[in-house]
């Protein structure tokens, strides 16, 4: 199965500011997916990302507070921008293996916003 | 829209003994199902998957069945360790319009096995 690199691991930011997320493969993927974690909770999806076009996002989720890029196949970032301290949680980004491998996560970015 | 549940929310137990891990879903055409475990601060680690033309799996003390007709999965954790203590996650796979799949969450259930 993948191996994903997600980077940072954690963070501590200031209210305002934004904070970008990379999420590395080490092999080429189609869809990419992020995931949203709220304290206490279970994962959410955000938005799923597929190369050379724009991200989908789910219900609650828009573009302009959650920007994605996905330059190529094998390389995600997720934004969390203009960040309150209701967007701390942990984000993780996950791809789907190949049949009979399910879905593999980066280790996640646990955002603290203060 | 899937919906996901998972029985009990938490759940301790004494070390040794063997336990039963729920999880049910409201849409049955699903892709696959898998479960994970999550250690607290971290990221989900992949336990068992199940395709949908299967009805179980198995690795090592850990056994996963699949009955899509009732909507239903069971994680079976036998002789259970401290270690084993964490959160498990069920997760729905299904299919979309796109050609990609659509995972859903469970509530997840927190085991502890107390030594």
């Known amino acids: 199965s993948a191996v994903i690199s997600q980077k940072p691991s954690r963070d501590i930011c200031q209210r305002g500011t934004s904070l970008t997320i990379q999420c590395q493969v080490d092999?080429?993927?189609?869809?990419m997916f992020w995931y949203r974690q709220q304290p206490g909770q279970s994962l959410t999806l955000i938005a799923t990302a597929n190369q050379g076009s724009e991200a989908t996002y789910e219900s609650g989720f828009v573009i302009d507070k959650f920007p994605i890029s996905r330059p190529n196949l094998t390389f995600s970032t997720l934004t969390v921008s203009n960040m309150s301290p209701e967007d701390s949680s942990i984000y993780l980004c996950?791809?789907?293996?190949?049949w009979g491998y399910g879905y593999t996560f980066g280790s996640g970015t646990r955002l603290t916003v203060v | 829209k899937q919906e996901v549940t998972q029985i009990p929310a938490a759940l301790s137990v004494p070390e040794g003994e063997n336990l039963v891990l729920n999880c049910s879903f409201t849409?049955?055409?699903?892709?696959?199902l898998q479960w994970f475990r999550q250690d607290p601060g971290k990221g989900l680690t992949s336990l068992l998957l199940?395709?949908?033309?299967?009805r179980e799996q198995t690795s090592g003390r850990l056994n996963a069945s699949l009955d899509k007709s009732s909507g239903r999965s069971t994680l079976y954790i036998a002789a259970s360790q401290p270690g084993d203590s964490a959160t498990y996650l069920c997760a729905v796979a299904l299919g979309t319009s796109g050609g990609y799949q659509k995972v859903t969450f469970g509530t997840g259930t927190k085991l502890q096995v107390i030594p």
């Open positions: 849409d049955s055409a699903i892709y696959n």
């Open positions: 092999s080429q993927v189609t869809m």
């Open positions: 996950s791809v789907e293996g190949s």
């Open positions: 199940i395709q949908s033309s299967q």
